[in-house]
């Protein structure tokens, strides 16, 4: 599950910057990427610091000419894409392949800077390309002169209109962010030209990353939106659909790989043909078979790798293996409405009890080997609304026991807690690989230690995350159905801070908002939203850091009855000396975000 995935980009930051929207910026063309360590702590909650305003754009990467071109570069991973539309796209597998198919108005480099993709700059309140109106907003983007699609056709502000009306539509159905901030757009202008203005009913501070690929209108116009996952882009051929990144399919052999070819109209956006022939992406279908795979020479760049794979590629040639910090990180989620069904008014001192009890560092030295660091933050160091808050990753079973005694759990003949004949047991909820199995064991070893029965049940993806909608009712441990008491999975850590409004504001659960959903804890915590209202209606940055530092306050105090952090995953790569222009990225997009620079030689 993602949080945001949005497709190029993922989760990204906020920019203040100083380009004129009138002024065209090239794109960029190594970079020192900064890694990301561990929320630092000294103990104590932070008051806010002094800040500076957030210099976002300016990215230090600067890609080296290549000294040939031509030649292939094969791609490795393990898990085989369900979808190439960035609008469908549910999973970091998917968001890599569609990161070379297609581009944004920006995109996001390894250090986190916007860089113009098809737009020619970044617009802010500071620049003018953004203008309060009212109660809303205008936001100009000028898109970059002569743009083509894949297919020869213009790229223009009609693109981006049609873009805003295909997911609006309802007919549209199971888009990952739903329709967060598109629905407050009321119209967008330009037409056919390159200058365009979308205008916002209300103030919405995720505009930067609110359109992560312009979509082409008149491909779209192809099928009606209730068709468009089986008939826009389709996996069966994906080399129907028209894009507008540095390579596009050629041909698709389901489960196994995708052949890509160089896109001939990519040099309307970037100055420069792609430099590869081509791109062949093989699919293994499990890591140690990938890793396997590069020992023997099959590929020049492996992912989808993470701390989990950290020991299986201990022996290969370190100079091969890229290990950096990446924005995703593990949890535990605890559904709200689940809690209150069972325990009533004891839901949210149990949920408090049980992420007492968790022994976070314990999961970190046992099952993860301590290639991990325990994290109490779910804000990556990186972003700019970072805040370091107090330490709360010391687990204190003590406590916790004392607060059931206290609320009325006394143990039965099985040694369980139980009150007014109701046993305190839980279900736990997980997808089927056998790490967060076997973390689960553990956190049900501990919690038996205080009287909590927990039951643990491993599934597959598809019943975890995907959207109700596409389940059987009462499909058990589907997160949208919220048929589950504890699950651990992993989401994306926002760069953007309204990333998080459709994870955690009470208005975004699934029951309220079908499209959209992403509020699977059912949280329903008046600060939260609070702070999450004042994130999503302002574009001055500073109050909006100032927001985003409650947010995290909340989630470090007691009043987090929602989730619990457990680390940052590491992102793990295998490659090739002869690939030239890698950087990787934190990001979603991963690896991919630069594709169009890479060379062999």
């Not at 290969?316 to 290990?323: A, C, E, R």
């Not at 975890?464 to 989401?491: M, W």
Request: hydrophobic share 40%; aromatic share 10%; net charge negative.
């Amino acid at each position: 599950m993602t949080r945001r995935l949005v497709g190029l980009v993922a989760a990204v930051c906020l920019v203040v910057g100083a380009c004129s929207p009138s002024t065209a910026t090239p794109r960029p063309t190594g970079l020192t990427v900064p890694t990301i360590g561990p929320a630092a702590s000294d103990g104590t909650v932070s008051s806010s610091p002094a800040v500076t305003h957030a210099q976002l754009t300016g990215t230090s990467y600067k890609a080296v000419a290549p000294t040939k071109t031509g030649g292939t570069v094969t791609l490795a991973e393990w898990r085989y894409p369900s979808t190439v539309n960035p609008y469908f796209a549910l999973n970091a597998w998917e968001a890599e392949i569609n990161a070379s198919m297609f581009d944004g108005l920006v995109r996001v480099s390894p250090d986190l800077k916007y860089v113009p993709d098809l737009a020619n700059s970044v617009p802010t309140l500071e620049n003018g390309g953004v203008v309060p109106n009212g109660p809303g907003m205008d936001v100009t983007w000028q898109l970059r002169l002569g743009m083509k699609w894949s297919d020869g056709q213009p790229i223009n502000c009609d693109d981006l209109k049609a873009t805003w009306l295909w997911i609006m539509d309802p007919g549209t159905t199971r888009l990952t962010n739903g329709t967060v901030g598109w629905r407050d757009v009321s119209g967008i202008d330009g037409g056919t030209g390159n200058v365009c203005v979308m205008h916002f009913s209300h103030i919405y501070e995720g505009y930067l990353t609110l359109v992560s690929a312009v979509l082409p209108a008149h491909y779209l116009s192809t099928a009606a939106p209730k068709d468009a996952a089986a008939k826009l882009y389709p996996m069966t051929n994906p080399a129907a659909g028209v894009y507008s990144g540095p390579y596009i399919p050629a041909s698709a052999k389901p489960a196994t790989s995708i052949t890509l070819k160089p896109n001939p109209n990519w040099s309307t956006i970037s100055g420069h043909l792609p430099y590869l022939d081509g791109i062949n992406w093989k699919f293994y279908g499990a890591a140690d078979t990938l890793i396997a795979g590069f020992k023997t020479g099959d590929f020049d760049l492996g992912q989808g790798l993470t701390n989990l794979d950290i020991p299986a590629v201990s022996s290969l040639d370190q100079n091969q293996v890229s290990i950096k910090s990446s924005l995703t990180y593990e949890l535990q989620a605890f559904n709200n409405a689940s809690f209150k069904t069972k325990f009533g008014a004891d839901a949210r001192t149990i949920i408090r009890a049980v992420m007492t009890a968790t022994d976070r560092k314990q999961i970190a030295n046992g099952p993860l080997a301590g290639n991990v660091t325990v994290d109490g933050n779910f804000v990556s160091p990186l972003a700019w609304f970072y805040k370091s808050e107090a330490d709360t990753t010391t687990p204190d079973s003590v406590t916790a026991s004392t607060v059931l005694a206290n609320a009325g759990f006394a143990r039965n003949k099985d040694g369980f807690l139980e009150k007014n004949g109701k046993t305190l047991e839980l279900n736990y909820c997980t997808t089927t690989r056998q790490l967060r199995v076997d973390v689960l064991k553990l956190v049900q070893s501990q919690l038996h230690d205080i009287g909590i029965k927990v039951n643990i049940y491993p599934k597959p993806p598809t019943d975890v995350f995907s959207a109700a909608g596409a389940l059987k009712p009462l499909t058990p441990c589907s997160l949208y159905q919220g048929n589950y008491d504890v699950a651990e999975f992993s989401l994306v850590s926002p760069i953007d801070p309204l990333s998080g409004y459709s994870t955690y504001h009470s208005s975004e659960t699934p029951e309220v908002d079908s499209r959209a959903g992403q509020n699977v804890t059912r949280v329903n915590l008046a600060p939260l939203d609070a702070a999450y209202d004042g994130v999503r209606s302002s574009v001055d940055f500073d109050s909006v850091r100032d927001a985003m530092y409650k947010v995290q306050d909340l989630y470090s105090s007691d009043q987090n009855s929602y989730e619990l952090p457990l680390y940052f995953l590491k992102d793990v790569w295998l490659v090739a000396p002869r690939l030239h222009n890698f950087t990787g990225n934190p990001t979603a997009a991963g690896a991919e975000w630069n594709i169009g620079d890479w060379w062999v030689g």
